[in-house]
């Protein structure tokens, strides 16, 4: 694969870590967070809409970092295949909570639910991919 096709596919994915951000803004209506929060001490209730927040801080700068320096990515210095390496970790473990932590099963109560929730998870599964293949060195 040429510089300007991996250069491509790395857009392409900061362009998925958007899309993602889109669905995970639907996430605290989807579970109601706000109801299903209300009973925890007002500590933990904050403590787990920080996190919310810093996971989308973080699909946030993996998106932004890969438009903005997609061509820096492309050449595979150390930099860049450590930053591939973390993006494929990140996804790559965000998949496996789906598959052996959640279930998911009962808020999946339409078709659309389901359907996106599908989705997100061919996106899980295709994302850490290109990251993957720079990290190890196989895209250059």
């Given amino acids: 694969m040429n510089r300007d096709q991996i250069e491509l596919a790395i857009r ?3 362009c998925v870590h958007f899309t993602i951000l889109i669905a995970s803004a639907m996430v605290p209506r989807v579970l109601d967070w706000r109801g299903q929060l209300a009973p925890l001490h007002p ?3 904050r403590l787990f809409w920080v996190y919310g927040v810093f996971i989308v801080m973080t699909i946030t700068g993996f998106g932004a970092i890969s438009l903005g320096c997609a061509a820096e990515i492309a050449t595979a210095t150390p930099l860049a295949r450590a930053f591939c390496g973390f993006v494929a970790f990140f996804w790559l473990a965000r998949l496996a ?3 052996f932590v959640f279930d ?3 808020f999946l109560t339409t078709r659309w639910l389901r359907l996106g929730y599908h989705v997100l998870t061919v996106a899980f599964m295709l994302l850490p991919m290109p990251y993957a293949l ?3 060195g196989v895209w250059k």
Avoid: D, K, N, P
Wanted: aromatic share 14%; proline share 0%; net charge neutral.
């Fill in 43 to 45: 500590f933990l209730r």
């Fill in 134 to 136: 720079i990290a190890l």
């Fill in 104 to 106: 998911a099963s009962e």
């Fill in 97 to 99: 909570v789906q598959f």
């Fill in 12 to 14: 392409l994915c900061g």
